[in-house]
């Protein structure tokens, strides 16, 4: 109850001064709004929503770190040589409060009959062994694409994402777990070293989600999570090759919340000041569809499912106004409380919110339809197959092996 009365205050607060804000044209009382709604849903999450958490903790650095700390400095927040417009703060205040709306109403609805455990034998147990082989194939060609250049390494190291989600669905032992971990990881930590840390912390946000959900792994999550400043902290440090020091603590965090919410700006210059009319984001799904994207997928293209605007509170602004952005939010936090629903459910099921909850990750700074952009992928159902039918020759093989003994 007293949780409740607090997340109730903290949204109330929220709303207060985003009206004050507006009304006196205090942009700075609008930005602690979006903050206080921050703290409503993190009140919220703690301790029994740990991926909504986790969509907190990346929706902060993503869009409010940067606006934030310079706020608390005293320094210029607003991007430069743009125009003051209140839209983009109400949006992402309205953001936030639906998408914890979206995930107590899954969790007041399907999540009340519970939890149905599966013995996920069977196929399940082929499917966890040959994903993980594909698993440490892909990870090898992650490695050697660095030193060789061609074609073949670079589509199969693109799988590398597929296979991994394949196999923790399979809810594999604590050994296996970490080294899947590690197989995902390893290849992107040479990007820390070139200013590229936003697939890393994505990824890292996958894997800390993954033992959120196993629940016997929390402790271990925390930790894999609270090293990453840490890690960062230490490639600052060897990128100055200077020894360390507080100052550069502070610089290198600096860095890392620059490179991190570069999404604010883009928020701010591409939020239209009204709906488009159209739905550009079905728009966007007609482009990906359209044959050209489908073979360049193929080929090992990245796909890109955006609607011309870019960050997907603009997609959902775009489409219907503050509602789209309601909506949109509170999908994506049934999508959040569904991964965990699923857990124990099947595998297959399972493997397709694990991969969505990647997009979900990176929806803050992404497109709307970021979470939903591997099923317009023919490279993940490739890698799917060749799980499945992988696993299924295996079993035929074992089956005939037993018989003949």
């Not at 061609?150 to 589509?155: E, H, N």
């Not at 400043?229 to 550069?248: E, H, I, K, M, N």
């Not at 909850?357 to 709307?368: D, E, I, Q, R, V």
Request: proline fraction near 4%.
């Amino acid at each position: 109850m007293t949780k409740l009365v607090f997340r109730a205050v903290l949204a109330a607060l929220s709303a207060g001064l985003l009206y004050l804000g507006v009304c006196l044209g205090r942009p700075d009382f609008m930005l602690w709004g979006v903050y206080c709604a921050l703290g409503s849903n993190l009140v919220y999450a703690l301790p029994g929503r740990p991926v909504f958490l986790l969509f907190q903790i990346s929706f902060f650095f993503i869009l409010l770190a940067e606006p934030g700390l310079s706020a608390l400095r005293g320094a210029a927040w607003w991007p430069e040589g743009a125009a003051f417009s209140p839209t983009p703060l109400i949006a992402m205040d309205v953001s936030l409060l639906a998408a914890q709306a979206g995930d107590m109403l899954f969790n007041r609805s399907l999540g009340r009959r519970g939890r149905a455990r599966s013995s996920q034998g069977g196929l399940c147990d082929f499917v966890r062994r040959v994903s993980l082989i594909f698993l440490g194939l892909a990870f090898c060609c992650s490695i050697a694409r660095f030193y060789l250049r061609y074609p073949l390494l670079d589509q199969f190291s693109a799988l590398i994402g597929a296979f991994f989600c394949v196999y923790l669905s399979t809810r594999p032992e604590t050994g296996g777990v970490y080294l899947a971990i590690g197989f995902y990881l390893i290849p992107t930590i040479p990007g820390l070293f070139g200013a590229s840390e936003y697939t890393f912390t994505l990824r890292l946000l996958l894997c800390v989600g993954y033992l959120f959900i196993r629940r016997y792994a929390i402790w271990q999550g925390l930790a894999l999570l609270l090293g990453l400043p840490a890690v960062l902290w230490a490639v600052a440090l060897v990128r100055a090759g200077t020894g360390f020091s507080l100052s550069w603590l502070s610089q290198s965090f600096d860095a890392y919340v620059a490179q991190m919410g570069r999404s604010f700006e883009a928020l701010v210059r591409a939020m239209p000041s009204g709906m488009n009319g159209g739905s550009r984001i079905l728009q966007a799904f007609s482009d990906a569809l359209s044959p050209e994207a489908l073979l360049g997928a193929l080929s090992g293209e990245n796909i890109s499912v955006s609607s011309g605007l870019g960050p997907f509170l603009a997609d959902a602004f775009a489409d219907w106004g503050y509602v789209g952005v309601a909506l949109y939010s509170a999908a994506a936090g049934c999508c959040l409380a569904a991964v965990e629903w699923v857990n124990d459910r099947h595998y297959l099921a399972f493997t397709f919110l694990l991969m969505a909850l990647h997009g979900l990750l990176a929806l803050p700074g992404s497109t709307a339809l970021a979470p939903v952009e591997f099923l317009l992928n023919p490279m993940f159902y490739l890698a799917l197959m060749l799980c499945l039918l992988s696993a299924l020759l295996c079993r035929a093989f074992s089956g005939g092996s037993r018989r003949r003994a």
